[in-house]
């Protein structure tokens, strides 16, 4: 560790200082971090095209987007404006999870393999990526050994803020950019305005296009850290702010000029909305959601052994588990006197508090009290947030606090070699074990029909006509989704999941899914009451009008017992169908 200069000890004055490389033990570590990250998917590569994860609606369609970034790259469309999806309006890219920043690199492997090869390639690298990130900032710039570097890349790639997400959202699994940012952040401290201010736009500009919110996060953590130390030590902050400010100024001008139109066309192009979608924005985390396990961690799947996971268990971003918390007090109360300890765990603890959301839960019971986000959640970019994710925060402050406590116990004197060894191997068994995570849980994935994937459809299909696919895609009812995905989506749909505003109407509040026509409302009760609704003269002619809206010459829907209530409807207003390639088919060109 370098010299303290004052009477407090000040990690942060150590992350801009380069360390010797070991490339054994980097080699090591990132092997053992790639390792990990393929037992958390092994269940899908073992038997793969076959399996999927429960409730796969929000996987589809990452995959949809990962396919329409393929697209992009082989038809040059605008990679904003999702024109295959939701037809004839289309869907807002920026505006949803469209993950381009991944997609458009890996577009020749979607375009070879298909997009669900591209999503696992992509998960594994993002735990592995993420945890690796951490490693290397913490052991070229914090840290001087390696094996604390390595514990706090576990926690930054491994904790359930990173993994909960791997069977569902591949931009959130994506956080190796964040220990980047922030290390970029505090190298514009040392001055070279333009050379480090450039260096950090492009990693803003990068993050944008893999997830906004953890940009948005990222920067209100790293501004949090930098204030609560600016406050503590004036005199070392006070002969930055010049460079800082200059170095910020050059970060915001390049971004913009980068981001303009993107940005333009999120807040302002078609399908744009204006704050959250209102259930979503209510996902918030238990008062003592941070003493809990994982959903998918050891402690929790021996503890719900046979029970599927709770409803919510991709967003559990604060989640560290008891024994992790009582290591990380002992060890901020042991090491308060050093200023960056304080500012991370005084960060950490407040975006933990805000993650509780309004109003608070306790033990999975509302309690009617207000809590902090309430100051918050009408605020722009707030009231789009999903609460739970500030716990994020949490984690990211957790992993730099973890590792500088390793470090110094490694490097305490007055005890024993191996009583110390045996001291901290035990302590970190006890506290990172029981929440390392367990392979996700799967079930069959439906194949997709020979119609489908043979491009049969094709023949039914002209350049400015849709295929209407029923059940209507939701997070529930993927099918959709993943037929369509898997056409790299050459089948241009008129429905789809994903976010716009509400009634339609540019610039309001968010709302999941296309605004629903009279005859998709037959449609839905026919997909969720598993009943066919009764079907009138008048039906059958707005049914025939809404199919012209949509441009549609195709109607497709799967086989099977539990879809009977959505075929009779169909049969019901387009007359009977024909069983043929693995679905039904409805041709309505003459419609």
């Known amino acids: 560790m370098p010299q303290e200069t004052s009477e407090e000890s000040d990690s942060i004055a150590a992350i801009t200082t380069t360390r010797t490389s070991s490339r054994r033990a980097d080699l090591l570590a990132l092997g053992s971090y790639l390792l990990g990250a393929l037992f958390v998917v092994a269940p899908i590569l073992a038997h793969y095209g076959r399996r999927m994860p429960i409730s796969p609606g929000d996987r589809a369609q990452a995959e949809y987007f990962l396919a329409w970034s393929a697209r992009v790259v082989s038809h040059g469309e605008n990679p904003f404006h999702i024109v295959q999806y939701n037809a004839p309006l289309g869907v807002n890219g920026m505006a949803n999870t469209s993950v381009l ?101 492009a990693l803003v500009v990068y993050q944008v296009f893999i997830n906004e919110e953890t940009l948005f996060l990222a920067a209100l953590a790293i501004g949090a850290v930098l204030i609560l130390y600016a406050v503590q030590r004036r005199d070392r902050v006070r002969a930055a702010l010049r460079p800082l400010a200059a170095g910020l100024g050059v970060t915001l001008g390049a971004s913009i000029v980068v981001l303009a139109y993107p940005l333009w066309f999120q807040f302002f192009g078609p399908g744009a909305y204006n704050g959250g979608e209102k259930y979503m924005t209510t996902f918030r985390m238990d008062v003592l959601g941070m003493t809990s396990y994982g959903s998918n961690s050891v402690a929790e799947r021996l503890r719900r052994f046979g029970e599927p996971p709770p409803p919510l268990g991709a967003e559990e971003h604060g989640y560290l588990g008891w024994a992790l918390v009582l290591l990380l007090v002992a060890l901020v109360i042991w090491q308060w006197h050093d200023v960056l300890v304080r500012c991370l765990a005084i960060t950490g603890l407040a975006f933990q508090m805000l993650a509780w959301g309004t109003p608070l839960q306790f033990q999975g019971r509302d309690t009617g009290v207000p809590g902090p986000f309430w100051v918050l959640q009408h605020m722009p970019l707030f009231d789009t947030l999903l609460p739970t994710r500030l716990g994020e925060v949490t984690n990211w402050a957790v992993v730099p606090i973890l590792a500088i406590g390793v470090q110094r116990l490694i490097d305490l004197r007055g005890l024993p070699v191996r009583t110390r060894r045996l001291f901290l191997v035990t302590a970190l068994a006890a506290a990172l074990v029981p929440a390392a995570p367990m392979p996700i849980k799967v079930v069959t994935r439906p194949a997709i029909p020979q119609f489908v994937a043979a491009g049969t459809w094709k023949q039914y299909v002209g350049a400015d006509q849709t295929v209407l696919i029923v059940p209507l895609p939701q997070w529930d009812f993927p099918t959709a989704i993943f037929w369509t995905g898997s056409t790299n989506t050459n089948m241009k749909v008129s429905h789809g999941y994903f976010l716009g505003p509400a009634d339609g109407v540019t610039g309001h509040h968010a709302f999941v899914g296309p605004v629903l026509r009279p005859t998709d409302r037959l449609f839905t009760q026919a997909m969720y009451q598993q009943t066919a609704p009764p079907v009138t003269d008048a039906d059958r002619a707005q049914a025939r009008e809404d199919l012209r809206y949509w441009h549609t010459s195709l109607i497709l829907a799967p086989e099977g017992a539990q879809w009977t209530a959505v075929r009779t409807t169909l049969t019901a207003l387009y007359g009977p169908g024909t069983n043929t390639g693995g679905l039904w088919m409805w041709d309505v060109r003459s419609l």
């Open 101 to 201: 920043g991944l997609g458009l690199p890996l577009s020749p492997i979607t375009l070879l393999f298909g997009p669900q090869v591209t999503f696992d390639i992509l998960i594994v690298l993002g735990i592995a990526g993420t945890a690796a990130a951490w490693y290397w900032v913490l052991s070229r710039h914090l840290v001087a050994g390696r094996t604390a570097a390595w514990v706090g890349g576990l926690v930054g790639g491994f904790a359930p803020a990173v993994t909960s997400h791997a069977s569902y959202h591949v931009n959130l699994v994506a956080q190796f950019l964040v220990p980047l940012l922030a290390w970029r952040s505090l190298k514009l401290l040392e001055g070279r305005p333009v050379r480090n201010g450039l260096i950090l736009a």
